[in-house]
């Protein structure tokens, strides 16, 4: 096993949800579909390739040796092409197909040795799914068919009732609740199947290509409900998709299937910088980064000198006019102790301000440099970097610097983004 | 017919040995289905022949529409008239026998295929011979087991009769969408909860569809089973083949045809509506309250 396979610690995105526990821990798992799984079993710890196993055994190998781990609040978003094996993998978690081998823990329970009553318990209790086709039952309103989680579990009748009404509002299908699935549209009968996973309360959601089967506007819709439910309430959501848009959109971190081998799991960006095969490179081309990337992303640390307040401030000030001259840069900025940004100086407004009777730090400040926000997406402040020669500092919601944004930065970007779709 | 292989001879051999060996199972067997048949029948032609028409033409109003309800009105004005109202409801209760007990056994069997593999591919050859078997040849069986009468009517009508429920009752679960199976398994139903609320409601359609057929192939098979005594109007039908009266022929046979119709026609829109969700009765009257009250707040 590679070290891709293995989550590391770079691969955790700026989401702050770095040290969250682990979820779910998938170790080693195969699923293998054929009626002698335990010949292909051996095969493939002999190290054959799947399609020899097919070709000797018919067996087809649906996912192979996965390993990985969902963190705790996360939306984990698998990725692959179709066959890659993705949907399997999604099924092996609630056990809509049994594992061939290996471990899926859930919360550090076994799911794949669980016996039937607590399988049972834990799907009714803890996860629920949602389908790329809906999968709402024809026969019921849309309020039973969101009240069917709990109808199962056996919550009375006004009580059920109430919390899927509950969840409609949430969904914003309340006024829909007496109709019949298909009374409404792609969408509206998707947020029933989202209503319905979340009538349970569970901590754990998967999400079998839930947006696939609709229109780009509506997925785009869906994909903001999604983010704000999410927002008032973390849970932990594993979301197979084969849109790459849609990953970057929501997904916190995501895994890349190939031929049902996890070839790759981390961050969106940090697998596009890095691609760790050229399936995953070939995987991420054509999809233009830029739409992606924030202010936050492409800021560098390494291009802008920092100074800090000044306490005397004509020999610091002299020091830093020494500073810049020496390494040849025409700007610095300025942070106090807790790394809040106060201002940009150059060497001109540092001299100007010495030059002044009585120096003080707003005359060595230039007011006209704004601080870019890190998350403003990257394309929103392109034409404002690229128009003015003096870099940008950048700083997160809390003021605190995160670095800077110059022309050499940006044409850096768009340069790697060409070479990288060459 | 050839002696190289008396195929036939073992086949009267086995029923003479059931025959001989039987200490009144089949005999109890018969008084069951035999009562039952009879209570059916005792009802509808106790029943005044206007409170029948009038309630299955009102039932074929509801079901169907108006233009329906007043040719099942027409009808059974032409069955009273030309004198076939007895025999057609002696009939109708020779079916309702034959489809209750053809459904009973069919459609839980056509669940058992639905679920084992190996229980439908064991039950699919048996259901093909009891299908393409002629018809008539369960008479001679039924009415050695069980003489002449009713009962064997009944019985060759339900070995006629069953395959379809069982067919379309098994094809109907295995075609329920996938993912409603996975989602009705995702969300932690048991076995018996999944079979519940979603297979056998998912199947329902076909199930209906199977119903249908149930009811018409009994229909068609118990005009038959007049050769074996059961009455209805199968008796007249057979007495205008005997005495080539054109007459008698056209008339019971016209009344097999309205019969067929509404019967037909009902049943089928019970499945089309299981196809597709209409708000129940109960949703219906609602909405109509609700539409004549003033708006209130």
């Not at chain 1, 705790?72 to 949907?87: A, H, P, T, W, Y």
């Not at chain 1, 409900?225 to 971190?253: P, W, Y």
Request: charged share 20%; hydrophobic share 50%.
């Amino acid at each position: 096993m590679d070290a891709a396979l293995t989550p590391g610690p770079s691969a955790a995105g700026g989401t702050g949800e770095n040290c969250a526990p682990a979820k779910i821990v998938v170790r080693n798992l195969v699923k293998v579909f054929g009626n002698r799984p335990a010949v292909a079993l051996q095969m493939l710890e002999q190290g054959l390739h799947k399609d020899e196993i097919f070709r000797c055994t018919g067996q087809i190998v649906g996912v192979q040796d996965a390993s990985f781990e969902i963190r705790s609040g996360e939306i984990f978003v698998i990725m692959g092409l179709s066959g890659s094996g993705k949907s399997t993998l999604i099924r092996l978690l609630n056990r809509l197909l049994e594992p061939t081998s290996g471990e899926v823990l859930v919360d550090g329970q076994n799911v794949a040795s669980m016996d039937r009553r607590q399988l049972i318990d834990l799907r009714r209790r803890d996860m629920s799914m949602v389908f790329q086709s809906f999968a709402l039952m024809p026969h019921r309103t849309v309020l039973d068919n969101a009240a069917f989680g709990l109808e199962v579990a056996g919550i009375d009748k006004a009580q059920r009732e109430k919390r899927a009404l509950q969840v409609l509002e949430q969904v914003g299908l309340t006024a829909f609740a007496r109709k019949h699935p298909s009374e409404l549209s792609g969408g509206m009968q998707q947020r029933v199947g989202l209503a319905r996973a979340l009538a349970v309360d569970p901590s754990l959601m998967l999400m079998d290509e839930a947006f696939s089967a609709l229109d780009p506007l509506k997925r785009h819709e869906m994909q903001h409900v999604l983010l704000d439910l999410q927002r008032d309430h973390k849970r932990t959501i594993v979301f197979v998709s084969h849109d790459l848009d849609e990953a970057f959109r929501i997904g916190d971190r995501i895994a890349i299937m190939e031929g049902g081998s996890v070839v790759q799991v981390g961050d969106p960006h940090e697998i596009a910088r890095n691609p760790a095969t050229d399936y995953v490179r070939a995987f991420f081309r054509g999809v233009d980064l830029t739409r992606h990337l924030t202010v936050g992303d492409i800021a560098r640390t390494d291009q802008v000198p920092i100074f800090p307040v000044p306490s005397n401030i004509p020999d610091e000030f002299g020091a830093a006019i020494e500073h810049l001259r020496s390494i040849k840069r025409h700007y610095g900025f300025l942070v106090d102790p807790a790394h809040r940004l106060i201002g940009v100086v150059s060497i001109d407004s540092l001299l100007r301000c010495l030059g002044q009777s009585r120096p003080d730090l707003a005359g060595a400040l230039l007011d006209h440099v704004p601080a870019l926000a890190g998350a403003s997406p990257f394309r929103e402040v392109l034409g404002q970097v690229a128009r003015n020669p003096h870099p940008f500092p950048v700083i997160d919601g809390k003021g605190i610097y995160m670095g800077a944004v110059t022309q050499t930065i940006l044409l850096e970007h768009l340069c790697d983004e060409e070479t990288r779709n060459a | 017919m050839h002696d190289a292989l008396p195929l036939g001879q073992w086949v009267s051999q086995f029923l003479n040995f059931v025959l001989a060996h039987d200490n009144g199972t089949l005999e109890n067997l018969g008084k069951v289905i035999g009562a039952f048949a009879e209570a059916i029948e005792a009802v509808l032609v106790a029943l005044p022949d206007w409170a029948v028409a009038g309630a299955i033409s009102a039932i074929g109003l509801w079901r169907v529409g108006w233009k329906f309800g007043l040719f099942c009105a027409a009808s059974f004005f032409v069955i009273i008239a030309t004198g076939f109202w007895p025999a057609t409801m002696s009939t109708l209760a020779l079916i309702t026998a034959s489809a209750v007990i053809s459904l009973v056994l069919g459609i839980p069997l056509g669940i058992w295929m639905a679920r084992s593999d190996r229980v439908a591919a064991l039950v699919r050859p048996v259901l093909d011979f009891m299908q393409t078997m002629p018809a008539f040849v369960y008479l001679i069986p039924a009415a050695m087991l069980f003489g002449l009468g009713k009962v064997p009517g009944v019985l060759a009508t339900v070995i006629f009769a069953m395959p379809p429920a069982v067919r379309l009752t098994n094809l109907g679960i295995r075609q329920v969408n996938k993912e409603q199976v996975e989602a009705g398994i995702a969300f932690g139903c048991t076995p018996r909860q999944l079979l519940l609320k979603v297979q056998i409601p998912g199947a329902m359609p076909s199930i209906m569809a199977g119903v249908n057929q149930t009811i018409m192939m009994a229909l068609s098979m118990v005009i038959i089973a007049s050769m074996v005594g059961a009455g209805g109007l199968g008796n007249d039908v057979l007495a205008s083949i005997q005495r080539l009266d054109i007459g008698l022929g056209f008339e019971s046979g016209l009344s097999v045809v309205l019969l067929a119709i509404i019967l037909d026609r009902i049943t089928e829109s019970f499945g089309a509506s299981s196809a597709q969700p209409q708000a129940s009765w109960r949703e219906r009257a609602r909405n109509l309250m609700a539409r004549r009250q003033p708006s209130g707040p």
